[in-house]
């Protein structure tokens, strides 16, 4: 009994000292493991801040033991760090205090990770408009960015996006293709909706020019509908100049044929509501102002006109001044007019055509027709008829 008694008592002695012996070599073990992930981290970030990116890589893959062990700590971990990485890009791109491509360096290097997947090829295909993913979450990416950009009305954009889908990606490219077909429907339909609007309010040939001038990398340069649109307008806008009538029609279309000039103006009957009156004179490019009433004008101002171009021709006829104001500026054509003075519709006296920013003038000419319809003129002119002619002041074009 004394015997057996002292062989357990060694064998718990021996069990307690391998227990301890193991738990001493886990703890060491597990202290190694934990201290070399933290430095091989701390050289990853260390490496990556500094754009060495090949090194980085290669202080990852170096442990393979520490590889596997630490696989789901070294994931969480990078997506934390390549989180933050991300908003710093952010926030200096946002500061202009780095380009594009200098982010697009290191976006490009994270992305190589497939770590941070979808939100990453957003902000990717945001910067490089050449990027192409590749991947189920790239083109889940390409998706949403067209569906914003189509709700948006950027249908040029999401057009872009959609056709960075290759035809080898079923479901996706179906979904593409769909969206492509709504984006052309509905970029036509607000254009016409557009064009009709303006052909309301009697601005034909701002409708016409808003639709021959569409964009063909959306729609085709044939589109049906919209040619049907453009020759409907047209048709409007001739049987609008045509069925201008007047209190006189005799009287106005004896001087829409008739020569007017200073000698012979208080000899022809002709009334203004406000005490000026303004000739147009096509032939000589030539905008006569005169002060007073019926047969006792007075030539005030004589301008240099440019009018409309063969195919836009100014109209003739015998209008009134109905509205005003300080600029205008037409995205079809890339130029505005300052102090423009209505007439007719869309027909207006304006400056010399200006760039965006009303700072540079892009056309001086003058003496010659060349504008789409309205009478241009130099700026300081423009300025004074805006500031001195009324309302319903009569305007005669011939």
Known sequence: MFIKLNFKKFNIFKFLTYFMVLAILFI????????????????????????????????????????????????SDLNKYFTS????????????????????????????????????DKLILVLDENYCPSTSHGYNSLLELASEA?????????IKLLNKIPTSEGNYYAKAKDMLEDCRNKYRNNLIAEAEDLSHNEYFSKA?????????????????????????????????????TYADD????????????STNINTLNISSNTP????????????????????????????????????????????????????????????????????????????????ESQSQILDYTLGTPSSHGCIRLNTEDAKWIYDNIDDDTKVIIN
Request: charged letters at 15%.
């Open 28 to 75: 060491s073990f597990n202290y190694y493991i934990n201290i070399s992930y933290t430095n091989t981290m701390n050289n990853f970030y260390t490496e990556f801040s500094s754009g060495n990116f090949n090194e980085a890589k290669k202080t990852l893959s170096a442990n393979k033991i520490i590889n596997i062990i630490k696989k789901n700590s070294k994931t």
């Open 85 to 120: 990485v991300v908003n710093i890009l952010c926030k200096n791109l946002k500061n202009n205090s780095i380009t594009n491509s200098q982010a697009l360096v290191y976006l490009n290097e994270i992305n190589s990770y497939n770590i941070l997947n979808s939100s990453l």
């Open 150 to 158: 189509y709700n948006n009305n950027n249908f040029s954009y999401a």
């Open 208 to 244: 016409i020019d808003l639709l021959s001038n569409y964009d063909t990398s959306i729609l085709p340069a044939d589109d049906e509908a919209i040619d049907a649109k453009i020759a409907e307008i047209d048709n409007k806008r001739t049987n609008y100049l045509a069925s201008i």
């Open 250 to 261: 005799e009287t106005a279309s004896n001087l829409i044929l008739t020569t007017i000039n």
């Open 276 to 355: 000026y009156l303004i000739h147009v004179d096509i032939n000589n490019q030539l905008v006569s102002v005169y002060n007073g009433y019926i047969n006792d004008w007075s030539l005030v101002n004589e301008y240099i006109c440019s009018t409309g171009i063969p195919g836009e021709e100014t109209p003739k006829g015998i209008f009134t001044v109905t509205n005003r104001g300080e600029w205008f500026y037409s995205e079809d054509y890339g130029q505005g007019g300052k102090y423009w003075v209505q007439f007719l519709g869309d027909y207006l006296f304006h400056s010399l055509p200006y760039d």
